[in-house]
T-cell receptor
Framework: AQTVTQSQPEMSVQEAETVTLSCTYD???????LFWYKQPPSRQMILVIR??????QNATENRFSVNFQKAAKSFSLKISDSQLGDAAMYFCAYRSNFGNEKLTFGTGTRLTIIP | NAGVTQTPKFQVLKTGQSMTLQCAQDMNHEYMSWYRQDPGMGLRLIHY???????DQGEVPNGYNVSRSTTEDFPLRLLSAAPSQTSVYFC????????????FGPGTRLTVL
């Protein structure tokens, strides 16, 4: 079974600075997808960024980028120019490309933005 | 499109009561699923469905039933509520296979006394 680990329960960053959230995962598969979801106080789960395992190029979405290290099974999220609206819980998630569409989530990192 | 909708948003039950959490999507997604979110544990899969008439168990299915009579709806039934089922419940849907985003509903906060 796959597992996803987020070792930082809480992080904080000054507004306009850069922060990196860590995620590691364990799998024996070679074809899968990785996601970062944001959950603000509204509770809504919002997709931030996604990565296909067979693509070596790291995904980027505006201020959000990932560092995907397949051999190390690491998938960190970098947020540049942090904004107050980035304050939220961030969840890393894994999905196999075989079988059902199940997402396996990490336990989350609560990000605080300091004005 | 309304996306994924869930009702109710909040619910308080007494131990032993039963209820149904409603979930609907208007995106013609084949795959629908239910997750529960507990503090410090992330989201865990309860049940899922790959199409009308087809359901299967996830990671934590005990105490819950599901059915999928239409593509649009995927209700979650609590048969006899227990305090351990106090949680936030999310419904999600997506197209099957590939590089597809799962869309989540707004969640239902359930408290069992």
């Amino acid at each position: 079974a796959q597992t996803v680990t987020q070792s930082q329960p809480e992080m904080s960053v000054q507004e306009a600075e850069t922060v990196t959230l860590s995620c590691t995962y364990d799998t024996s598969e070679s074809d899968y997808y990785l996601f970062w979801y944001k959950q603000p106080p509204s509770r809504q789960m919002i997709l931030v960024i996604r990565q296909e395992a067979y693509k070596q190029q790291n995904a980027t979405e505006n201020r959000f980028s990932v560092n995907f290290q397949k051999a190390a099974k690491s998938f960190s999220l970098k947020i540049s120019d942090s904004q107050l609206g980035d304050a939220a819980m961030y969840f890393c998630a894994y999905r196999s490309n075989f079988g059902n569409e199940k997402l396996t989530f990490g336990t989350g990192t609560r990000l605080t933005i300091i004005p | 499109n309304a996306g994924v909708t869930q009702t109710p948003k909040f619910q308080v039950l007494k131990t032993g009561q039963s209820m149904t959490l409603q979930c609907a999507q208007d995106m013609n997604h084949e795959y629908m699923s239910w997750y529960r979110q507990d503090p410090g544990m992330g989201l865990r899969l309860i049940h899922y469905s790959v199409g009308a008439g087809i359901t299967d168990q996830g990671e934590v299915p005990n105490g819950y039933n599901v059915s999928r009579s239409t593509t649009e709806d995927f209700p979650l039934r609590l048969l006899s509520a227990a305090p351990s089922q106090t949680s936030v419940y999310f419904c999600a849907s997506t197209y099957r296979q590939g590089y597809n985003e799962q869309f989540f509903g707004p969640g239902t906060r359930l408290t069992v006394l």
